[in-house]
């Protein structure tokens, strides 16, 4: 990965990148993510941050801000926040603390072996959190946040950047939010995060609040949008602080965070990177202005896939970009015409190659295609004759997917079990036989007896191979 940039990160460099207009991403699945029950352990987090540098490609350096973790949890966050201060190499590294002068104080300290250290302290904007937190109205908490702030800057001496977190602003006062949001920039805050604390905002009345808010901001003042998805609606609410200037994303892979998490690392830079340049356009930038012609989108997919395993949470065959059913054919018309059927170029963009999967959906030519995969070209009248019995067998055993190998290999030795009892064959010798034909068609060929029942001209037709009330 090509890091050679203009401009390496430190202390008053984020605002230039911002102002420019690259796209920065905050990746919270170490710290919002544990708030969705789940522990990622310091080797664990550096090797999903250095996955994400690679997906960020060449500038990964200036616009990658790696969320490390939560000093003030305990001992053993701290330690796994030095093994990734040890181990991180690229990027803005930083750590979130409460409003306490304690926290603040240590966070500071522990990022001063940092490659690029910041800090985030976050500050009740209103009314309902300003009580919860620091039993005080939001005026008194923008005051406490200013004294914190001056306090922080004078200990971090130029070495750690100080950021601060404005929470909860769907429910503050916008006016308030953004004079807050200018008061901190003069004191010396490097970036104000905004943060949709409890998930509430709405991308109608979102874009008012937010275009309030953005038009109230003196010029210095940099953005970082922090969108929950309770609703469901964060990546919405992400693309519209898109379109109105801002260019800092926190996001999570999987979309991990707090209840039901934070718009998903994987689907803003899916979205953007599959996006036309007239899409871009209507968001207000371009794809070298945003960045994404340096990103290499073709490790988005790996990279949640790393996720997934490291936190045991499967893909969906839904998830977007992500899941098992990107670029899959499973009924005819897709199949006759893919390209008609496909959003983007999955394999062009992320590397996802185009399979056909074998479903009760299937037709002929599903069935001929699928075979053919397995170095077997079938006859139409065989094809037919397969794509009826997997249907028979889908609807008997409740199961939608089938291995074409499997299916074949399973009637030919019950039509062999049942020729076979007219000779008083043991059932176990019947059963070990079918279980050393599923092995070999595991190894990936078609095994001999399997090509017999492709090749044959045409194919007998078995019955449903089992059912629902047998199973149970």
Known sequence: MNTTLSRHPGPGVLPETLRDGRLVLCEEVARDGAQAKTLLLGPQRVDLFRRTAEVMGEYADECLVSMVGFPAIGPGEVDCVRQCLEALDVGYQQVVCRT???????????????????????????????????????????EEAVRLLRLGLEEAAGEVSIDVCLADIGRAEPDAVADAANRLTREGAEVIMMADTIGRLHPLGHRDRLTRITRRLEPEVCVHAHFHNDLGLALGLNLQALELGHRMFGTSWLGLGERSGLGNTEELLGVLATATDGQLEDLGTDRDRLGISGWRPERIVETARAAASVLDMP????????????????????????????PYDAEGVLEVPRRVELTHLASTRVVEEVARGLGVKLSREAAATIRDMIKAEAY?????????????????AKAQSTQDSQQARPDHWVEQELQAQELQAQEGKPSAQARRVLQAQPCKRPEAMGSRQARA
Do not use: Y
């Open 100 to 142: 306490i002068e304690r926290d603040l104080l240590q966070c500071i300290e522990l990022m001063r072996d940092a490659h690029a250290g910041r800090v985030l302290f976050v500050v009740p904007a209103s009314r309902p959190l300003a009580s919860a937190m620091l039993h005080a109205t939001p005026e008194e908490a923008l």
């Open 396 to 412: 008997a055993s409740g199961s939608a997917r089938f291995d074409l190998e499997r299916v074949l290999l399973r009637a030919e």
């Open 315 to 342: 893909r969906r065959v839904t998830d977007p970009f992500v899941g098992t059913g990107v670029n899959s054919i499973s009924t005819g018309t897709p199949f006759v015409a893919p390209d008609a059927f496909q």
